[in-house]
């Protein structure tokens, strides 16, 4: 039986692809494996978002040349469908599959050869325009479900929408179908709902993502449903008050900022001002009180002068937000953004980045005490850490309890006693079960 190993960068997104693509290998006969175990295939699923990203893609092609010389070395993904070229000059790449191309891989095995130069079969990203769903398989307790892909807007600094193509989705009956089988394949405690821009959902179909979360709701399954991100323009009030009465959907938003200043936000070409994005955190606050939420914000943004970046950290320091995602700006190529004007210097952008990211412990903390002595159900995962096991409420607090393999993929209700310092210097709660209610 031939064997296949993968390897995944960026996003849940991606993770969702790769399980879906690996489901298909299993079914064409092939056995998944470790790049150790020396597979006969090995795929690795790009992210084009960071330089960083880039430079990881290569290193694993040097690991899998070191360790299993006679693979095959597949790349998909966003940088795939942006650099193919590139890619297939690194020494041990075999194929190259662009953003339609990466779902059919078996089929351009049979024309490899090792002793010649890589092929590409990459199709121009205007044709990208069929919808492939997918979904992460393997954790007993979660499963990112991709409801959409590809991206309309145009923000200045995003390469997105060039590798992924133009927003598209199924419609809400083929949405729910396939997530009910997949609640029944895998039994997940929380399905994610993820995509490239979640809120589009359904525009090619005259529907809307509130019609879709609202079909969800109905599901009769023990599992919850979690909003992996969705854009503060296309987060309406509608959804809101309807996460606050939902029986499935658990109070926690993260909502894209990028900055808190009107001239930068223009630059980016985002779809909103401050002021939007503050009556969101308003209107959140007035239905979920006790809701989490999560913040992207960009440093080093060209044209980001200290005025504009303390602007942007006092908006987040007096905004009732619980957590940020700090991303240093990083040059793509064929963006506007790299072609502009007053560029940040790196040295500036790292200490921009320092100071948010201590805003955030910061926000995260005070949210944690805040909710000590109260009691949540928490869906305990499979992960091990010495004596310890981790899971997390509706409102996304992170938990740990001596660990009790039973608990795995159930929900227990359990009171949040202390503060810690645990697990890379995330703050979270020790909580001891004070009643097990298994589901």
């Known amino acids: 039986m031939p064997k296949v190993a993968f390897y995944t960068l960026g996003c849940k997104l991606n993770f969702s692809e790769t399980s879906t693509i690996a489901r298909d290998f299993v079914a064409n006969g092939y056995q998944k494996v470790e790049l150790e175990d020396k597979p006969d295939v090995f795929v690795i699923n790009t992210c084009s978002v960071t330089e ?43 194929l190259v599959l662009g953003a339609t191309e990466k779902f059919n891989i078996p089929a351009y095995l049979d024309r490899l050869d090792k002793t010649q130069a890589a092929q590409i079969h990459s199709c121009e990203i205007h044709q990208a325009n069929e919808f492939h769903p997918s979904w992460s398989s393997g954790d007993r307790t979660r499963t990112f479900f991709k409801i959409q892909d590809g991206c309309d807007y145009v923000c200045t600094y995003c390469t997105i929408p060039l590798a992924r193509g133009t927003s598209r989705s199924q419609n809400v009956e083929q949405t729910f179908a396939a997530i009910e089988k997949t609640i029944k394949a895998e039994r997940p405690g929380e399905i994610v709902l993820t995509g490239v821009n979640t809120g589009d959902f359904g525009r090619a179909y005259n529907e809307k993502f509130i019609d879709l979360i609202r079909k ?12 992996s991100s969705i854009e503060p323009n296309l987060l309406s009030n509608e959804i809101i008050e309807f996460v606050a009465q939902s029986n499935r959907f658990v109070p926690h938003f993260h909502i894209p900022l990028q900055s808190g200043s009107n001239e930068i936000l223009r630059k980016m070409k985002r779809r909103y001002m401050r002021e939007l994005y503050t009556e969101r955190v308003k209107k959140i606050r007035e239905c979920i009180t006790d809701c989490c939420i999560g913040v992207d914000v960009i440093v080093g943004f060209p044209g980001e002068t200290e005025e504009a970046f303390l602007e942007t950290y006092t908006f987040l320091r007096d905004l009732d937000i619980n957590y940020l995602h700090v991303f240093t700006y990083s040059e793509r190529p064929n963006t506007p953004a790299a072609e502009m004007e007053d560029v940040v210097p790196d040295g500036i952008r790292a200490r921009r980045s320092r100071m948010l990211h201590i805003l955030s412990d910061k926000k995260k903390r005070q949210f944690y005490e805040a909710n000590i002595g109260r009691q949540y159900p928490v869906l305990w995962e499979a992960e091990k850490d010495e004596n310890w096991m981790y899971g997390f409420t509706p409102n996304y607090l992170k938990m740990q309890t001596a660990w009790d393999e039973s608990l795995v993929n159930k929900t227990c209700m359990a009171e949040l006693q202390r503060v810690t310092d645990a697990c890379t210097g995330m703050a979270m709660l020790c909580a001891e079960p004070v009643q097990k209610v298994f589901s």
Do not use: M, S, W
């Open 52 to 94: 960083n990203a880039d430079k990881k893609c290569k290193a694993l092609v040097n690991k899998a040349n070191r360790l299993a010389p006679d693979a095959f070395v597949v790349i998909i993904g966003c940088y795939a469908q942006l650099k193919p070229e590139d890619i297939a000059a690194i020494h041990g790449v075999d």
């Open 216 to 227: 969800l709701d109905t599901i009769n399954e023990a599992v919850r449903f979690r909003i």
